[in-house]
């Protein structure tokens, strides 16, 4: 790409010509100050931090969207600039709720940090404040408009990458809030539960609803028997909240963590994944081979299920009928497990830590329940785990490294692959071609479905079929992707999907990544290195070989989709309707989904 030379506080540079000032800046390490800033998804110099003096203008520019020219000369670091940069930020804390000290952001919020390194010592700017309520509405996101900085990422993340759209600004000058249409609760809109939102937020107005207190209660309960679940995910990015680098594996510390918290067991999710590809890979064949329902999607994120019900009902009949792994795990646990060791299952507490904020949401589903149990009580993120280990002054960086308790904690390469986008697909087809072809296959890596594209094709052959397969992840691809086939300009035999952006490793719930670093940093590629390093690591990579997987089907579920298995490990859906309107067309009430 041609190249154009420009001067950035007396330094002579040349960067490519479609590059902003900002961009050219932090090249040569100029750290420009950005607020509202998310690279590729929010560039609308909307906070104003990032301003910049340009020789031969009149006022002061916006670094984030101002492109470089031949000959342009800047200065980051004058007097007027640094002044104008403290008063608005100055303008931005005097109506923003200041009790960071009780904030879930605290030492990690761009604006905390902001105010530390521009020296902002108190507020002259007193007057009003914007006065809302906590919404409290969603089982999985808690909304506070009075931490809000009106930046407008999660606006941007919500339309633009998941295209979901359920918040935008409303009402205008001091009286603008973001938030859903018509001030309803974000419980009672059709949101999914992503938590992309949350992801984005540069401070407190978004977070997770915290199930911390509820988990401590039951561990301190004599007659409950507390057993503990972790995602694949997790141990990707946990690290990070110990001050570890981006996609650190962690494993055998987090379980280390998790004895050491006073949970009773600790079983491992990647169990619950070996299952699911059973489950999945069986009810695939079955599909093809007796013109079952084409594409089959895949069911494990509960933000793509959710999109799906609300957005896309007619693919419903498409999705695998299996549950979410944790969710698997959940109920075998319940009723494998409790009766292997003779325990009542009402005083069993099945805690899953999930990357995801639907998971949340996904937990207190009626579909997901056996004999009149919920198949898993409690959802932590992996925030909240941090927060609990930090709580019980665990040092984490120092435990030994520890394994998950048999049986449940047996899994295999493909199981820990499930948190990364192609994943799940990866895993299903290591089983169903060996299935298939009854050969062992000579490679097992699938990479022509691993990577961080939004869509990804493949034709993979099992003995005489060709099967065509697609992953897409966030769903503003599966949009793309469902619109694609209903045009009838694709056609596949089995799609992944996963709700947020490069799967798992990016969800809603995983430690928080600055705009900075995500500007510098390839969070999905680092975390995604982890899990197939794990994978790589494993003595036994593909799920039917599990030995504990044989064991269970053998002593309990007879074979994959057995009578047993249905009723278990496979549920159904539902259509969700969106926003109903009246004979004259006139808003009414958006569906509420949520207990």
């Known amino acids: 790409m041609k190249k154009v030379t420009i001067t950035i506080d007396n330094q002579v540079i040349q960067v490519p010509e479609n590059y902003t000032v900002l961009e050219a800046a932090r ?16 560039e609308v110099a909307a906070c104003r931090m990032c301003l910049v003096e340009v020789e031969g203008a009149r006022n002061l520019q916006t670094s984030c969207v101002l492109p470089v020219r031949e000959g342009m000369v800047v200065r980051t670091n004058t007097k007027k600039v640094r002044e104008a940069r403290k008063a608005t930020l100055e303008l931005l804390l005097s109506n923003h709720n200041r009790e960071c000290l009780t904030c879930t952001r605290n030492g990690n919020c761009e604006l905390q940090t902001l105010a530390d390194e521009l020296g902002v010592k108190d507020i002259p700017f007193e007057g009003e404040k914007t006065v809302a309520p906590v919404d409290t509405s969603s089982p999985s996101i808690v909304r506070d408009p009075q931490k809000c900085i009106l930046c407008g990422r999660c606006v941007s993340v919500c339309q633009n990458v998941q295209t979901v759209g359920v918040l935008d600004f409303t009402n205008r000058g001091f009286k603008t809030v973001v938030g859903p249409a018509f001030d309803k ?29 509820y988990v401590w209660e039951a561990i ?10 972790t995602a694949p995910a997790v141990r990707a990015a946990l690290g990070e909240e110990f001050g570890l680098p981006m996609g650190t594996r962690v494993t055998g510390k987090m379980v280390a963590a998790l004895r050491r918290l006073g949970f009773d067991k600790v079983f491992d999710t990647d169990f619950g994944a070996d299952l699911t590809i ?97 198949d898993v009580d409690y959802v932590l993120t992996t925030r909240e785990l941090a927060k609990m280990i ?28 499930f ?64 619109e694609q086939i209903k045009s009838g300009e694709k056609e596949y035999h089995f799609i992944e999907i996963m709700a947020c952006p490069g799967g798992c490793v990016t969800g809603g719930g995983q430690p928080h990544v600055s705009a900075k670093d995500r500007m510098t940093k390839d969070i999905m590629k680092e975390r995604a290195k982890a899990l197939y390093d794990e994978d790589k690591a494993k003595e036994i990579r593909k799920s039917h070989e599990n030995p504990m997987i044989k064991k269970i089907y053998k002593e ?8 047993k298995a249905h009723e278990l490990l496979h549920t159904h859906y539902v259509e969700r309707k969106n926003y109903p309107v009246d004979e004259e067309n006139k808003y009414k009430e958006y569906f509420c989904d949520c207990k």
Request: charged fraction near 25%; glycine fraction near 10%; hydrophobic fraction near 35%.
């Open 27 to 42: 090249s040569i390490g100029i750290d420009i100050p950005t607020l509202c800033y998310l690279k590729e998804i929010n």
């Open 185 to 213: 609760g974000i419980g009672n809109v059709p949101c999914i539960n992503c938590g992309q939102c949350i992801a984005v937020c540069p401070v407190g107005a978004l977070r997770e609803k915290e199930s911390i207190d």
């Open 220 to 229: 301190d309960d004599p007659n409950k028997h507390v057993v503990v679940q």
């Open 278 to 374: 059973m489950e999945e890979g069986y009810e695939l064949l079955h599909r093809l081979k007796n013109g079952g329902k084409l594409p089959m999607i895949t069911s494990c994120s509960p933000g793509w299920v959710k999109f799906c019900e609300h957005y896309y009902p007619e693919f419903l009949d498409n999705l695998s009928t299996c549950k979410s792994p944790h969710e698997m795990l959940g109920a075998i646990i319940k009723s494998y497990y409790a009766e292997k060791n003779n325990i009542d299952p009402k005083d069993i507490v099945v805690v899953s830590i999930m990357p995801c904020t639907a998971k949340k949401y996904e937990s207190q589903r009626e579909e997901l329940s056996h004999a009149g149990y919920q």
């Open 390 to 417: 930090k709580e019980a002054r665990i040092d984490f960086v120092n435990l030994p490294n520890e394994d998950f308790d048999e049986v449940l904690g047996e899994s295999t390469g493909a199981g820990v692959i």
């Open 419 to 482: 948190g990364a986008t192609g994943g799940v697909m990866e895993a299903a087809l290591r089983t169903v071609a060996e299935v298939v072809t009854g050969k062992e296959l000579e490679n097992i890596d699938f990479e022509q479905v691993r990577g961080t594209e939004g869509i990804k094709e493949a034709e993979v052959k099992l003995g005489d079929l060709a099967v065509k397969v697609a992953v897409a992840h966030g769903t503003g691809n599966a949009r793309k992707l469902l």
């Open 556 to 563: 309990f579920l007879g074979e994959p989709n057995s009578h």
